[in-house]
């Protein structure tokens, strides 16, 4: 198969595990995702995606996923998730993700990045989540795009 090429496999896993079937599409966004994935994978020199890999990976977390019953609602009744689901939240999820890669140790030994939040000491992707909270809790508008634009921490207030 080639990178090219939809794993038709992969997707009825997901359909599958999901619990959904092949929904007619009435009209489809313009999100540019899959011609923007679709020109990273064209380029990439030193990125390679093994089909296989790819396989076993979804199919250990969605094993993990149906043993503890995590889903969109157990995510948020997490103390550092959003409980509405909302624009707000979508920004959050968005921002979250974007900066997620930060809070990567690059020595596996060395002492973690912490965030203390509410009085209690957040580390790894959890000091993230905690500083996020606590950046909106003190009016910092961290999570609007307009913001990441600017690039400015006088342009949240």
Sequence with gaps: MSDDEVDHELLELLRESLGIGVKPVSKRAELRVLKDAEYVCDNA?????????????AS??????????????SWSTHEL???????????????????NFCFWSDDPGGAPFTVDYHGTEWTGY??????LQRAIEEGTRITRSKLSRNNSHESGH
Excluded: N, Q
């Excluded at 959890?126 to 500083?131: G, M, N, Q």
């Design 60 to 73: 250990y977390i969605w094993a993990r996923i149906c043993e503890e019953g995590y889903s969109s609602k």
């Design 126 to 131: 959890w000091s993230l989540v905690a500083a």
């Design 45 to 57: 020199a030193d990125v390679t995606i093994d089909s296989s890999c790819t396989k076993a990976a």
């Design 81 to 99: 998730h959003p409980k509405v689901k909302d624009r707000t939240a979508v920004e959050f999820i968005f921002t979250m993700d974007l900066l």
